[in-house]
């Protein structure tokens, strides 16, 4: 059962035409551009509350996260969304506390180039820097690679070229809300448009569209889902019915089984993308089911 809070929420959503960003292609090219600056992206109440390092990654910046008091070995590499034409939002920095107080892991956040300004080749590179950086010292089996939305297509590839290149899986893979699928062409999806408050298909190819920069939109390094799947390490999947995106997690669950993969796979019925960023009942139930997967 959705709680009120959410229910709020949604109807918050659709009263104040949040879905207009993602309604047209046009809509989202303005967005885009609205939307470039890594400047005063870190809240002051989160230094204070934990211990909080930076660096630059080829010219982005990159933030680290550590409890005040380390209990745990694990370091999370999270990949944040925005249909990888937005900056990290508010809402990512209340999450991002409160993975590390769940946890009492570190989380490693890099703020990578966004399109239309750069296109995937230079968000990828600066991902990889990024993820060599932080987790050069760490132990695989204490490595998690985490992201939403966009940042969860980032996470699955991420994975994936670990394993082309030999390299020892993480502890584990979550995916929160992930796009996997820049097509955005699954024949269900037009039905899940209309009851997503959030999202919209013509406003994400357009994005797609913008970060492949003329790539062949099926080339796992912008469609993970394309991609190899066996050999990786678990994953864990959670995605609302809201959303539009739930049907390409559905087809990556599918394909899972079909090829033998771990994959531990959450739908919440009623939530709405990357609900799990918000302050809800619903997101304090799920990130504590996160935490207990590693």
């Known amino acids: 059962m959705v709680s009120l809070h959410s229910k709020a929420v949604i109807a918050k959503y659709w009263l104040t035409g949040q879905k207009r960003i993602f309604r047209t292609a046009g809509n989202?090219?303005?967005?885009?551009?609205?939307?470039?600056?890594?400047?005063?992206?870190?809240?002051?109440?989160?230094?204070?509350?934990?211990?909080?390092?930076?660096?630059?990654?080829?010219?982005?910046?990159?933030?680290?996260?550590?409890?005040?008091?380390p209990q745990s070995s694990r370091h999370i590499f999270y990949l944040h969304g925005g249909a990888y034409v937005h900056q990290v939002e508010a809402a990512h920095w209340r999450f991002f506390s409160r993975l590390v107080d769940e946890t009492s892991a570190t989380v490693t956040i890099p703020l990578y180039p966004l399109a239309p300004r750069h296109q995937y080749d230079e968000t990828l590179a600066m991902v990889w820097e990024a993820h060599e950086s932080a987790l050069r010292d760490v132990a695989p089996d204490d490595q998690v690679i985490m992201g939403d939305s966009a940042g969860g297509g980032l996470s699955l590839f991420l994975a994936q070229r670990r394993k082309s290149q030999g390299r020892p899986q993480p502890r584990r893979i979550v995916l929160i809300s992930p796009w996997l699928d820049i097509t955005v062409t699954h024949p269900t999806m037009p039905a899940l448009d209309r009851h997503d408050p959030f999202l919209g298909?013509?406003?994400?190819?357009?994005?797609?569209?913008?970060?492949?920069?003329?790539?062949?939109?099926?080339?796992?390094?912008?469609?993970?889902?394309?991609?190899?799947?066996?050999?990786?390490?678990?994953?864990?999947v959670f995605i609302g019915t809201r959303d539009v995106l739930l049907a390409d997690s559905r087809r990556l669950r599918a394909l899972a089984a079909q090829r033998g993969v771990e994959l531990d796979y959450e739908e919440y019925p009623g939530m709405f993308h990357g609900w799990i960023l918000q302050e809800l009942p619903e997101a304090h139930e799920a990130t504590r089911r996160i935490a207990a997967r590693f």
Do not use: K, M
């Open 28 to 69: 989202l090219r303005r967005s885009a551009e609205d939307n470039q600056s890594e400047a005063a992206q870190l809240p002051d109440w989160l230094r204070e509350r934990h211990v909080v390092t930076g660096s630059d990654v080829r010219g982005h910046r990159c933030f680290t996260i550590r409890p005040h008091r």
């Open 201 to 236: 298909i013509e406003g994400l190819r357009e994005a797609g569209r913008l970060y492949s920069d003329g790539l062949n939109p099926h080339d796992p390094r912008v469609s993970p889902i394309y991609g190899e799947l066996t050999g990786l390490a678990p994953l864990s």
